[in-house]
C-alpha cells in the first residue's frame, strides 16, 4: 500500500473546497434567491375572481404595468401581520396590487378583505393550488413583483413590512419601471 | 432564578472544558501522569454541569416560564407535558444543548467503561472530547443561549411548531444525535491514535463497539424520522432526499462503511489510514449536516433555522475541526499506514469494494445534497437536484453494493481461489437469477426490470447468508452452536447475519412500496364509495373535534375488503389554536403486508365533500423494520463476549507511555 505522501493531503484539498463553496453559501440569503422564476415570464393563468364569482381573471392582466402579486390566505397569521402595511403600500404607490388568494375557502377570504381593508385591484382565486404550483408557491405570503412585460423580477417569500418594502421591493419596482 | 442556574452550569462546563482539552493532552505528551488522571474526573465533571443546565431548562418547559424566550417560542400552556419536554429540543437552542449533553454522556461513558485502555490514549480521547465540547458551549454561549430572557414575560407561549407535536418526533432528535455525537468518539479514538503515531489493532478493537453503538442510534434515528415523515405529513412518503435527511444519512453510509473497514484493521491490520479517514469523514459529515440544518446554507422542509451569524461561527469550527483532522491525518498517516497484505481474491478485497461504494454514495448524496449550492456559484442559475436523480444514482450502485455483500462473507481472509467460491455460490446465484427473470416479467406478479432488480437481490442476500449460516453450524457442531455462539465470542456473527437480512428486508420495502404501491386522489361527498387496490373505501362525513390544543375536521372512513370490513379510520385536517398552517392527520391502518393510508385535503363545497388521498402501501413496513432488524444486529455485534475479555488482553504494557 505504497502510496505518495501527497495523496493523504487530497482529503484535505477536497474539505477545503467544500468549505469555501460553504462559505459562499451562506452569504446568499435564502429568502433572496429561491425562485428559479425570477427573470422568466410569469406563469399564464386563468382563475376565477375572487370577490366576483364566476368572473374570470387571467394572466393578461400583467401586461403593460408594473405589478405585485401577493400570495395570501386568511388561514396564514404571517398575512395578517402583512395586510395593514399592503392596505397602506396600496395607497401611495401606482403599481397594480394583485391578491392571490391561495389554498383558502372563500367567505373567510372575503371577510378578512372586508374587516381589514382591500389592498387589491385584483384578487384571483385559486383554492385547490392549481396555478400555485406553477409559480412555485410553498407558503403564504409569498409577493412577487412582475415589470410590465410580464416578467417575474423579485419574490419575497415571508411577510412585508415597511423596511422590506423599502429596502427591498421599492428598488426593484424603480430598476424594472418602464421608462419615458 | 433557575433559568440562571442553568446558564451559570453552561459556562462552568465551557472553563471544566478548556481544561478538559488542555491537560490530559499536555500530560500525555509530558508524560505526566497526574495531568493524565484529570481526564477521567473531568469528563464526568463536565456531565454534571451538563445534565444541571439541561434538567434547568426541563423545569423551565414544564413549568411554562414564559420569561425564557426559547420557553415562550416554542411552548405553550395548553401543550401536552410529553411535548413540552421534546419541545425543549424542537428548536435551535434547545437542540444544541441535548448535543453537547449527549457529547458529554458519550465521553462519561468512555471515561468510565474504558477502564483498560492505556493511559495516554483515553486522557488523548478525552482531549479531544472536551475541544468538541468547547466549540458547541461557545456556539451556545455567544450565539444561542437557551436561557436568555425576556421583560415582560409574555402570558402565552407561541407554541411547537405543530409538525413536531408528535411522539415519533418527540423520540427522534435524541436518537439521531446519539448517533451523530457518537461518532464523535471514534473521531477521538483515530484522532488519539493518530498523534500518537500508533494506528494497531488494538486501537480498532476499543473502537469497534463504541462505533457500532452510535451505528445503532444513527438507524434507529434515520428509521424514526422516516416513519414520522409517513405519517405525520401526509403524503405517504417515506424518504424524500431532504437536505436533512440526507444530512443523517451521509454519516450512516460513512459509518456503514467505518464498521466494515474497522473490521478488517482489527483481524488483519489492513486499511489502517482509510479506517482513519474513514472515522474523521463520520464525525465530520455529522458537524456537516449540524451546519446544514442550522445554516440555512440549503433552504429545507424542515430548516428552522436560518441565521447567517450562527452559519459563520459553525463554518469557522468545521473548518478548525475537520481541516485540522485532516491536517493531522495527512501528516501522520503516511507514517503509521500499510499493514497486513492480501490477495485480489479475499475478503478484505470484498470489504473494501463495500466501502468504496459505501464512500461513493456517500459523496453522490453530498454532492446532489449541495449541488444547488455548487450551480449557483458556478453562476448556472438555480436548480435543486430533486427524487429522480437520487433514486437512479442509488438503483445504479447498490445493486453493486449488494452483490458483495452476498460474496463477502463467504470468502476467505488474505486469499481464497476463484473456482472455490464458484463451487460455494452458483446455486445460490442461479436462484437468484430465475426470481430475478421471474419478477421481472408478468408472469406471477406484475413485474418489471426494477422489481426483478430488488427481489433477485433479495433472493441472493437470503440465499448467501443462509448457505453461510448452515455451512458454519455444520463445520462446528450443529444446530445447538447457535446458543453457545450467542452466550461467547460469536455473537458478531449473528449481528452481521440479522444485519444483512435487515438490508434484505429493506429491499422488499422499497421494491414492493415503489412498484405496487397506488395513490388516488378523489373527491368524495358522504356517503360515497371509492374502490383503490381492492379495497373499498366509505367516506362517512367529517365533523369537528376539540384537541388539547387543536381543533380539528375529523374523516371516517370504514374499508372493506370483499364482504369484510377491515378496518376504520380516522384521518384529520387539524388547526392549531396558536395559528399556522392547519396540519393533515393521516387516517392508517398498519399492516405486515400492507398499510391502507387515507388524508383529508381540503373541504370542496358546501355540502361536506372533502378531496381525499387514498393510498395503498404494500410492504412498507419492512422498510422500518428492517431499521429495527439492523439495529438487533448492532447490538449483538457490539456486546460480543470478545470485546470484555479481549480488551483485557489488548492493555498494552506501559512502555507505550514512553513512545507516546
Known amino acids: ?40 415570464p410569469a406563469p399564464a393563468f386563468e382563475l376565477e375572481s375572487l370577490t366576483e ?90 409577493t412577487f413583483v412582475v415589470d410590465a412585460e410580464g416578467v417575474i423580477r423579485h419574490k419575497r417569500i415571508g411577510p412585508i413590512d415597511r423596511k422590506v418594502w423599502q429596502e427591498e421591493i421599492v428598488p426593484v419596482i424603480e430598476q424594472y419601471r418602464p421608462r419615458g | ?59 423551565a418547559f414544564l413549568t411554562d416560564d414564559f420569561s425564557v424566550v426559547y420557553v415562550a417560542t416554542n411552548s405553550n400552556s395548553l ?39 492505556p493511559l495516554p490514549m483515553i486522557a488523548r480521547v478525552i482531549s479531544v472530547q472536551g475541544m468538541i465540547a468547547i466549540g458547541f458551549l461557545l456556539f451556545m454561549l455567544l450565539t444561542s443561549n437557551p436561557f436568555e430572557r425576556i421583560f415582560p414575560a409574555p402570558l402565552e407561549g407561541r407554541d411547537l411548531n405543530p409538525l413536531l407535536q408528535d411522539f415519533g418526533l418527540a423520540i427522534h432528535p435524541p436518537m439521531l444525535y446519539m448517533g451523530y455525537v457518537g461518532l464523535s468518539v471514534a473521531f477521538a479514538f483515530a484522532i488519539a491514535a493518530l498523534m500518537g503515531g500508533k494506528l494497531d489493532a488494538a486501537w480498532a478493537r476499543w473502537s469497534r463497539p463504541w462505533t457500532t453503538v452510535a451505528w445503532i442510534f444513527l438507524t434507529v434515528g434515520i428509521a424514526l424520522g422516516s416513519w414520522w415523515a409517513y405519517y405525520e405529513l401526509g403524503w405517504g412518503g417515506w424518504w424524500f432526499w431532504d437536505p436533512v435527511e440526507n444530512a443523517s444519512f451521509m454519516p450512516w453510509l460513512v459509518a456503514t462503511a467505518l464498521i466494515h473497514s474497522l473490521a478488517v484493521t482489527e483481524k488483519r ?22 451546519f446544514l440544518v442550522r445554516s440555512g446554507v440549503l433552504t429545507s422542509v424542515h430548516a428552522f433555522a ?6 459563520t461561527f459553525i463554518l469557522a469550527f468545521l473548518v478548525i475541526v475537520i481541516g485540522g483532522s485532516l491536517v493531522l491525518y495527512a501528516w501522520r498517516a503516511p507514517a503509521v499506514s500499510g499493514g497486513g497484505r492480501f490477495d485480489l481474491v479475499s475478503r478484505e478485497s470484498f470489504l473494501l469494494i463495500n466501502n468504496l461504494l459505501l464512500a461513493a454514495l456517500a459523496l453522490l448524496v453530498l454532492f446532489g445534497t449541495l449541488a444547488p449550492l455548487i450551480y449557483e456559484a458556478a453562476g448556472w442559475g438555480k436548480i435543486s437536484v430533486g427524487f429522480p436523480w437520487f433514486n437512479t444514482m442509488f438503483i445504479v450502485l447498490s445493486p453493486l453494493l449488494v452483490l458483495a455483500m452476498g460474496i463477502g462473507p463467504m470468502t476467505r481472509w ?45 433472493a441472493w442476500l437470503v440465499l448467501t447468508h443462509l448457505l453461510n449460516l448452515s455451512e458454519r453450524l455444520k463445520n462446528k457442531g450443529g444446530i445447538k452452536r447457535i446458543a453457545s455462539d450467542l452466550r461467547g465470542r460469536s455473537r458478531s456473527y449473528y449481528g452481521m447475519w440479522l444485519a444483512h437480512l435487515g438490508v434484505a428486508m429493506f429491499i422488499v420495502g422499497a421494491t414492493m412500496v415503489s412498484n405496487f404501491g397506488t395513490e388516488t386522489d378523489v373527491r368524495m361527498s358522504p356517503g360515497d ?17 376539540q384537541g388539547p390544543n387543536y381543533r380539528a375536521q375529523r374523516g371516517e372512513f370504514l374499508v372493506y375488503q370483499g364482504e369484510r370490513q377491515v378496518a376504520v379510520l380516522h384521518p384529520e385536517k387539524r388547526a392549531y389554536v396558536a395559528g399556522g398552517m392547519p396540519m393533515t392527520e393521516a387516517g392508517i391502518d398498519a399492516g405486515f403486508l400492507r398499510d391502507l393510508y387515507v388524508s383529508l385535503g381540503e373541504p370542496v363545497g358546501d355540502r361536506g365533500d372533502w378531496a381525499v388521498r387514498l393510498y395503498y402501501k404494500p410492504y412498507v413496513r419492512w422498510i422500518w423494520l428492517a431499521g429495527v432488524l439492523m439495529a438487533l444486529g448492532g447490538i449483538l455485534a457490539a456486546t460480543d463476549g470478545r470485546y470484555r475479555t479481549l480488551r483485557k488482553a489488548a492493555t498494552l504494557p506501559a512502555g507505550n507511555l514512553a513512545r507516546a
Open chain 2, 1 to 59: 432564578m433557575i433559568p440562571e442556574l442553568g446558564h451559570f452550569a453552561l459556562i462552568l462546563a465551557l472553563g471544566l472544558a478548556l481544561v478538559q482539552a488542555v491537560f490530559p493532552l499536555w500530560g500525555s505528551f509530558a508524560g505526566r501522569r497526574a495531568w493524565m488522571e484529570l481526564a477521567r474526573p473531568l469528563a464526568l465533571g463536565q456531565l454534571t454541569f451538563l445534565a444541571i443546565a439541561f434538567a434547568c431548562l426541563l423545569q
Open chain 2, 306 to 311: 436560518t441565521d447567517p451569524t450562527r452559519g
Open chain 2, 414 to 458: 488474505k486469499h481464497d481461489e476463484i473456482p472455490r467460491l464458484v463451487r460455494r455460490l452458483w446455486v445460490a446465484f442461479a436462484l437468484s437469477l430465475a426470481v430475478f427473470a421471474l419478477a421481472s416479467t408478468r408472469l406471477l406478479l406484475p413485474g418489471n426490470l426494477h422489481v426483478g432488480l430488488g427481489l433477485g437481490l433479495t
Open chain 2, 529 to 545: 364509495v371509492h374502490e383503490a387496490a381492492g379495497y373499498r373505501f366509505q367516506f362517512n362525513g367529517a365533523k369537528s373535534v
Open chain 2, 79 to 117: 401543550m401536552p407535558d410529553i411535548y413540552k419536554v421534546s419541545a425543549l429540543w424542537g428548536a435551535h437552542e434547545g437542540s444544541l444543548l441535548l448535543w453537547v449533553f449527549l457529547l458529554a454522556a458519550w465521553g462519561a461513558a468512555v471515561a468510565t467503561f474504558s477502564r483498560n485502555l
Open chain 1, 53 to 142: 364569482p364566476g368572473k374570470s381573471i387571467s394572466s393578461d392582466i400583467l401586461k403593460g404595468r408594473m405589478s405585485l402579486v401577493n400570495v395570501w390566505a386568511s388561514w396564514c397569521p404571517s398575512c395578517r401581520q402583512e395586510h395593514a402595511e399592503l392596505v397602506r403600500i396600496a395607497r401611495e404607490t401606482d403599481v397594480q396590487m394583485i391578491g392571490f388568494n391561495w389554498k383558502d375557502e372563500r367567505p373567510a377570504a372575503l371577510e378578512m378583505l372586508s374587516r381589514f381593508g382591500n389592498p387589491y385591484v385584483l384578487s384571483v382565486y385559486d383554492p385547490e393550488n392549481q396555478v400555485g404550483i406553477d409559480w412555485g408557491v410553498y407558503g403564504a405570503p409569498e
Open chain 2, 269 to 290: 491490520a489492513a486499511f489502517k489510514s482509510w479506517t482513519v479517514l474513514l472515522a474523521i469523514s463520520a464525525f465530520s459529515l455529522s458537524l456537516l449536516g449540524t
Open chain 1, 1 to 40: 500500500m505504497a502510496r505518495s505522501t501527497t495523496s493523504y493531503l487530497f482529503p484535505l484539498g477536497i474539505f477545503l473546497a467544500l468549505a469555501a463553496l460553504l462559505f459562499y453559501g451562506l452569504r446568499l440569503d435564502p429568502r433572496l434567491v429561491p425562485s428559479p422564476l425570477v427573470g422568466k
